[in-house]
């Protein structure tokens, strides 16, 4: 038989070593009488591909090798659980510090991934998700921002192609009806506060693709004055019945009642908008004109594309827009119009983007920001590395205790692999026993996280993914902390190691301390952020602000008063613990309601561009009720004789470049103003923005009466006030809060922050420590006998401490000196949010490097100690 | 009456060790079906269904002696049982009892 009738032998090595060896023979003689045929009917090359095709076929359950036949692994996987078993009871303290260790870090992990993972899957529940964008104005270097004049959507829908469904949406607190309300059922007498209304298009139902309980979505806004509130609403007010077609009152306003035009489902908590009440749009005009003129800014727009719709081409053709905006402007200024021209274009936001957005976009929903992530997914990584090595040093550190064992299966003759196979069975029950206490840890600090962190998450226990994932997860963790230890203590020599002189070189030393190094280098830095976060929101809580916000009283609603309100605030000033009392619509706390206002120096419209200032009507008390102080000019006297008089602060002059700001007469809008005084610079924004330019104007009524308090018996006056008020307004029940709360409150997201540095502070130190711990207690039991000579010999306990303790000082010294660096410069990061930041100061290092060395010593002496009592004879005896 | 497991193709490949009597091996056994049914099988397929008819105890094996043929590998005879013998005969009989009872134009109608 000549050899090129054979197949190639390579197809035969595998078919041997694949299929079971009492069946090869056959296959292989069945095979080759095909090959033969194969070979002259059709050619070597097509036999050949033919020979390895029939080869796999081969290849099926009944004919296929069993694996892992040559390995014990099997039989003796209960053995090695059960000296696992053994060796976590005799050493009970190791084990606990192991297992607790280990499932701390995985809870920390968890927790870290469940708000990550709930951080960047919002506004995921549309079905048309991939075809909803928002859009979003860009001034050139300068600015992004969401609202857009009246007529922009119009203009939009009937000059773009592409467009599916377009529609605006008015979310600013404080236009007209939106923001906050008084709320009454036309057939109530109690008018109840409410927040959460915005004004809609029709559409906007169908674009955001929101359930509808009553009504539809196509109808529930089309009639005008028509609203639609949230299934939660609905319950409250119109319990168990279908409200469609009630009608209902904001702030008293009878004459212009609105009327149900639907329900809708609550928004789901991982939407970006979160609003009980969708007053329409729909044939609605806020004053005569407004509809069709580009003056003003407060629209949304949302959009829906056609199927197979480039979003980025769009966004570029919609440049196209800038023209009417500036077509506007070149009425009052034209330098203003040409830098819209050429600066102003627009882009297309994925909704799914709009609470993580890449760039900062000014708008009013609540966002996430991707520093913090990354910062948490450093954080959590970190964390369960650390437990690693944690596990890894643990493991080998304890090694000698082992090591007799190791000795005596060699001798008996153990494998290298049955070791690996034995070490990496302990890892595993270690690592599942961790993991079931870190589920347990995790559910039962859930609820304190999700209030520290302002969710609501839980555990995916019934996904079908989460108990395989977290085998997946217990399976990857094994080998990873479990492969070192495992070649580790299989490497023994069994003669060595039985004779008792285990030697287990320096290198080890070295890579241990290197890690102890890092870690607590990642301890101090954490350590420091929190130390700075808490000193900076200290910072913010107490900078002087530029006004008085402790003991101020505010009350809101009191619109519905009318102008009863006046004499209301007469009242309440003639009570002997109020000092003083304003009425305004503005207050200094972010968040509220605002109002920006283009003003010129008077007939510089068509020169300047205008400065954007705040502009807010306020009474004449309401700068020295909130203790504000005039750098220059005077305060409004009496309405009638300032009716044209402004009060600028102290930035808008410096914009307007006015020298000598009293006297100077101001164009804006309509009207020209007269500055008659100059406030001092106040905070009215976070302190992460700057001071903007703020003007006041003369008004006698607003949404809130601001009341400065005198009394400490803050109790007392409190009913007093609402005494008054129920006579004022006996069916809407007071509502206040004080101004130093609603302070706070705009520094929540800070405080947060803080809270959850510091929750992760704590546990990166503990878990340095473990490691620490597992250090000296290596270097301990390595230098026992030397110990022991050396105090033979008389050496003091102190003396003793010293010589284990220096070389751990030593290494916190150089995590201190890796730390600093890296903290300072990303708390620079953090903090460069802030226009108004606590300067980074020596002491927060000191404190952190002075703490830290003290837990280490503690961590340390515990080992240390241990040997150093022990009698000398006991530590000599060992051989 | 007892259930009886066995497919169609088992069905045929009994039938065929039965046939080929001495010279029933996995190479034979394919061939005759191409040859005879004219139905294309792979020999991997035939040995699978021998494999189980062997597990259910319908047919036993042995090896033969060594060819020059086959590069010296052995060939494994098949043979079929008693219990084999048996359901082929049940089938037979239930097959005919059924076409007994066939109306004379049941296609027709």
Redesign the interface.
């Known amino acids: ?1 000549s050899n090129d009738r ?1 197949p190639p032998s390579w197809i035969n090595r595998l078919l041997r070593a694949l299929c079971k060896d009492d069946l090869v ?10 090959y ?1 045929d194969w070979n002259t009917k059709y050619g070597r090359a097509s036999a050949n591909r033919r020979y390895l095709w ?1 080869s796999l ?2 290849l ?1 359950p ?2 296929i090798k069993r694996m892992t036949t040559k390995t014990t692994y099997p039989t003796m996987f209960f053995y090695y659980l059960k000296v696992a078993w053994r060796s976590l009871l005799k050493h009970r303290m190791y084990a606990t510090i192991k297992v607790g260790g280990f499932a701390i870090g995985v809870a920390a992990f968890l927790l870290i991934s469940l708000f990550l993972w709930d951080e960047v899957t919002y506004d995921q529940h549309y079905e048309q998700g991939d075809r909803l964008f928002r859009v979003v104005n860009q001034l050139e270097g300068e600015d992004m921002w969401t609202s857009f004049p009246a007529p922009a959507s119009t203009v939009i829908r009937e000059n773009y192609s592409g467009i599916e469904t377009i529609a605006r949406l008015i979310p600013y607190n404080g236009w007209f009806d939106a923001g906050d309300n008084q709320f009454r059922k036309s057939n109530d007498t109690k008018s109840l506060f409410e927040t959460g209304f915005a004004y809609a298009d029709p559409e906007l139902l169908d674009i955001l693709e929101v359930p509808m309980i009553y009504g539809t979505r196509d109808a529930a806004l089309s009639q005008p004055r028509s609203i639609v509130i949230s299934r939660r609403k609905a319950e409250k007010y119109y319990p168990n019945q279908d409200p469609v077609g009630q009608q209902l009152f904001l702030n008293e306003n009878t004459e212009t009642p609105y009327v149900i035009g639907g329900v809708m489902e609550n928004f789901p908590k991982k939407s970006h908008v979160d609003f009980d009440f969708f007053i329409t749009l729909s044939q609605h005009e806020f004053w005569p004109g407004e509809q069709s003129s580009w003056c003003c800014w407060n629209y949304n727009v949302y959009l829906r594309l056609n199927d197979g719709t480039d979003p980025l081409a769009l966004g570029q053709q919609l440049k196209g827009l800038s023209e009417y905006v500036a077509e506007y402007q070149e009425r009052n200024s034209p330098s203003e119009a040409e830098i819209t021209r050429e600066k102003h274009s627009f882009v297309l936001q994925p909704l799914d983007e709009i609470h993580l957005p890449q760039d900062f976009i000014h708008d009013t929903f609540d966002h996430g920001s991707w520093p913090i992530v990354w910062l948490f997914v450093a954080i959590g990584t970190m964390v369960l590395l650390l437990a690693c090595i944690n596990f890894v040093n643990l493991s080998t550190a304890k090694a000698a205790n082992r090591a007799k064992e190791v000795g005596i299966r060699k001798v008996v003759g153990s494998g290298k692999r049955q070791f690996v196979h034995q070490f990496l069975t302990e890892s595993f029950v270690v690592c599942l026993l961790a993991v079931v206490v870190a589920l347990i840890l995790v559910a039962l600090v859930m609820p304190y996280f999700n209030s520290v962190t302002q969710k609501s998450l839980s555990l995916p226990w019934l996904s079908w993914w989460f108990l395989p994932g977290v085998l997946v997860f217990v399976a990857f963790v094994t080998v990873f902390s479990g492969l070192y230890p495992a070649f580790y203590l299989s490497r023994f020599r069994p003669i060595q190691v039985i004779r008792g002189n285990l030697s287990l070189g320096s290198k080890n030393t070295n890579f241990r301390s290197v890690m102890v190094i890092f870690q607590f280098a990642a301890s101090i830095i954490i350590i420091v952020g929190a130390l700075l976060v808490y000193q900076q929101l200290n910072f913010i809580l107490n900078k002087d602000l530029g006004f008085e916000k402790e003991r101020v009283l505010l009350i809101h609603g009191v619109n519905t008063m009318n102008e009863k309100s006046v004499l209301f605030k007469e009242e309440i000033k003639n009570l002997s613990a109020v000092t003083n009392a304003a009425l305004t619509s503005y207050i200094p706390i972010s968040g509220t309601r605002r109002d920006t206002n283009p003003f010129w120096l008077e007939g510089r419209r068509q020169v300047d561009a205008g400065v954007g200032a705040q502009f807010w009507y306020t009474d004449r008390d309401y700068l020295e009720t909130l203790g504000m102080d005039l750098v220059a000019g005077r305060e409004f006297r009496d309405m009638a004789q300032d009716s044209a008089s402004i009060i600028i602060n102290e930035e808008m002059a410096r914009q307007l470049n006015l020298d000598d700001p009293l006297g100077a007469r101001l164009d804006h809008f309509r009207r020209t103003w007269t500055v008659i005084g100059v406030v001092q610079d106040f905070h009215f924004e976070s302190m992460t923005e700057e001071i903007g330019p703020l003007a006041l104007g003369p008004g006698l009524f607003g949404d809130v009466m601001v009341v400065k308090l005198q009394s400490q018996d803050l109790r007392a006056l409190v009913d007093n006030i609402s005494e008054v008020w129920d006579n004022f307004m006996p069916n809407q029940p007071i509502r206040f809060t004080f101004m130093d709360d609603a302070f706070k409150r705009t520094y929540e997201n800070v405080g947060r922050t803080a809270a959850m540095f510091t929750a992760f502070a704590i546990l990166a130190i503990f878990i340095a420590c473990l490691g620490l711990f597992g250090l000296s207690a290596f270097l301990a039991e390595q230098r026992r006998k030397e110990i022991s000579i050396r105090k033979v010999l008389g050496a003091t306990h102190r003396n003793l401490f010293g010589l284990l303790t220096f070389n751990f000082l030593k290494m916190i010294g150089i995590a201190l000196v890796l730390a600093i660096p890296v903290a300072i410069a990303v708390m620079q990061a953090w903090l460069q949010d802030f226009e108004y930041a606590v300067p980074i100061g020596w002491e927060v290092f000191v404190i952190a490097g002075i703490g830290i060395t003290f837990i280490a010593l503690l961590t340390v002496s515990f080992e240390s100690l241990k040997v150093i009592f022990t009698n000398p004879a006991e530590g000599l005896n060992a051989e | 009456m007892r259930k009886v497991y066995i497919g169609e193709l088992e069905e045929v490949i009994l039938l065929l060790v039965a046939m080929l009597q001495e010279e029933a091996y996995g190479v034979a056994i394919t061939k005759e079906i191409q040859s005879q049914l004219s139905r294309n099988i792979s020999v991997s397929a035939v040995h699978a269904t021998l494999h189980r008819l062997e597990k259910k105890g319908y047919v036993e094996s042995f090896m033969g002696g060594a060819t020059s043929e086959r590069g010296g590998r052995r060939k494994r005879f098949f043979k079929v049982t008693p219990a084999g013998g048996a359901i082929l005969k049940e089938i037979q009989t239930a097959r005919d009892l059924l076409w007994s009872r066939l109306p004379p134009n049941a296609w027709t109608t």
Do not use: A
């Open positions: 038989m054979l023979e056959e296959i292989e003689g069945d095979l080759l009488e095909f033969k029939h076929k081969f099926r009944y004919s």
